[in-house]
């Protein structure tokens, strides 16, 4: 999922600066601004996630409730950041020429093998 995630962030992040709009690169535009922080920092969160889960484990500790917290971090941000994608290229992200659209059927489905949003919601909670 964070794979897709990267994908996703670097093709915008690389169409943000090459389209230009009103004579300048659409990345100098605040909204885009706005959109590739959003998506930088959600990536840095759910690797930060699955590191912690993978250092628990590594150590012999109790992963369960980190591991369940670092899929779903992970896959909810593939899609955010698929979808975010998206909206930075506009049309663009629709043609199958750009990954944009690839990325986002693929995030999707990340959200429900290997166990559900929501199983992984509970599993959280039961591990609290």
């Known amino acids: 999922a964070l794979g ?3 994908n996703s962030f670097d093709t915008a992040v690389d169409y943000a ?3 230009n709009s009103f004579g300048a690169p659409i990345a100098k535009l605040q909204m885009i601004q706005q959109k590739i922080a959003d998506m930088a920092l959600r990536i840095e969160m ?13 150590a012999g500790k109790p992963f369960t409730k980190e591991a369940a917290m670092a ?3 992970a896959s909810e941000t593939a899609t955010y950041v698929a979808h975010q994608s998206i ?7 629709f043609v199958t020429d750009m990954p ?3 990325n986002y059927r693929d995030a999707r489905i990340t ?11 509970l599993v959280i909670a039961g591990n609290v």
């Open 17 to 19: 600066a090459k389209r």
């Open 71 to 73: 899929k779903l971090a």
């Open 87 to 93: 909206q930075v290229l506009g049309g663009m992200g």
């Open 100 to 102: 944009c659209e690839r």
């Open 46 to 58: 759910a690797e930060l996630m699955m590191y912690k889960a993978a250092a628990l484990k590594d």
């Open 111 to 121: 959200e429900i093998y290997e166990g559900t949003s929501e199983v992984q919601r």
């Open 4 to 6: 897709i995630a990267k």
